[in-house]
């Protein structure tokens, strides 16, 4: 059973920068595409950035577009998302997920999920 594990989230200032790691461990992955979702409080899970395991090839949410990137490390089985330029509207909890559907920005393409890292951007 593959399991996703993040790190790297916290408390930074508007402006400041984190960088987010996924570990995946157990195992045979098999999934096509990494991903980041994120979860504001009372608000439902968005897309933020998805990259192909093997073409190296991104995908962003147009909020992400120009402030985060999304990388991996196939042979650490690590995915990363770092984020520029923080906004308090980037605050939630931040959810990498790996799957082999073809439509990135949908949960449903995913079938593997870490247990979220907490991102909150102060003012």
């Known amino acids: 059973q593959v399991q996703l594990v993040e790190s790297g989230g916290g408390l930074v200032q508007a402006g400041g920068s984190l960088t987010l790691t996924c570990a995946a461990s157990?195992?045979?992955?098999?999934?096509?595409?990494m991903a980041w979702f994120r979860q504001a409080p009372g608000k439902e899970r968005d897309f933020v950035a998805a990259?192909?395991?093997?073409?190296?090839?991104?995908w962003y949410a147009e909020s992400a577009k120009g402030r985060f990137t999304i990388a991996r490390n196939n042979a650490k089985r690590t995915g990363y998302l770092h984020m520029y330029s923080l906004k308090p509207e980037d605050t939630a909890v931040y959810y990498c997920?790996?799957?082999?559907?073809?439509?990135?920005?949908?949960?449903?393409?995913?079938?593997?999920w870490g247990q979220g890292t907490q991102v909150t951007v102060s003012s």
């Open positions: 997920a790996a799957g082999s559907g073809d439509r990135v920005a949908l949960q449903a393409s995913y079938n593997y």
């Open positions: 990259i192909n395991w093997i073409a190296d090839s991104p």
């Open positions: 157990g195992g045979s992955f098999g999934s096509t595409y």
